[in-house]
């Protein structure tokens, strides 16, 4: 063989079937081989297991969704490349034109931007409504024929609590699907209500480092693989396998970095909510908190978002943003490293004046998305940044 034939097939290496590596090993491979004709279509008629393609399926991307579904509680899931995926393919795979949508004024905004305008565009009509009103859903559905509910909870960034029992027995009721963005609560939280799909940013809290994007649609087998070829054969945004083993490798400290992270954000909203300059702190952990009682009967924690509004509005939300010194400005959540998100950043857009009373977003509001760090140093420093706000 010559060496330029050898290298591009390099030499093979068999590691011996009792003789496994601990850690699963990344098929970083786009392309699966059979030995023959006869063996490729008895894969592609389903009479034999295999692999063909990676935008298919992978044994890497095939790990990290039974992770995924098992830890949400459900027995499927779709891997996409980003959390908006895992948003937007459902959508796409599951509506039709003459289709009605139900979304919310409190979600992600380009969530409210793909139900609002884009789904607009291949005729499916929408109605946004607050997660506060479930009569006005029941009203909707009851004089709309809706194939889909979408909504979060905690919504972000002003932590909402959604009455997910209330909100699933609606929609069902009215032969609506239900789709729950569960990111902000994680994969732990929310598997014993009837929702059908469980939307995931992958690139938050089950990778946990900021350094990979990834997202998830988990629900019943049934739902899933009726979605499962055209996102994947047509639609197509596939997981890398790198993606997918630094997310499964992030899952490892998921439950570890999830407790103590969850630990810092109620010490931050504790003591935020003793400090004059701040006007309001949301965080379901909070005993005074709209969403508590909720939350203490939904999740099993209460997240690591603190989201507060900062006396003094806008300027006074800058200063204190710029002032922190172990927070990173900076878009995204779930990561080791504290992240703050000033109010010049997240002000709504495209809504009317009611529907921004709904998302609670005010002149003064910062969210914090909690770390890793000592809470000594983040209570520190979260204090320096108010007296810092304090002196503009
Ligand atoms: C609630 C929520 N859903 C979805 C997403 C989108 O995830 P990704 O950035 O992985 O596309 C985000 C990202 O911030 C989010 O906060």
Redesign the pocket.
Known sequence: MKKRTLVTHPPKVEVPADNRPLVAPIYQSVKFTFDSVDESLAFFKGDRPGFYYSREDNPTLRQLELTLAAMQGRDACLLTG??????SMPMFALLQAGDHVVYFAE??S??RMLVGRLLQRFGVNSTMLSIDDLDALERTLAATPTRLVVF?SPT?PVLKVADIERLTAIARRHGALTML?N??AGLHNHGQYEVDLF?H????YASGHGDV???AVIGRAELIDAMRHDVNAILGPTLDPHAAYLIQRGLKTYYVRRDAQCRNALAVAEQLARHRRVERVRYPGLEHDAGAALARTQMQDFGTIVTIDVAGGIAAGTRFAEALELFAIS???GSTESLVVPPALQQPRGLTDEQRRWSGIGSGTVRLSIGLEDVDDLLADLDQALAAARQG
Do not use: F, H, R
């Not at 980003?82 to 948003?87: I, K, M, P, T, Y």
């Not at 940013?201 to 938050?204: R, V």
């Open positions: 980003s959390g908006v995926s895992a948003l979600m992600y380009p969530t979060e972000n963005d990111t902000l939307a940013s992958l690139t938050k994007m990834g997202g878009a995204s959540l």
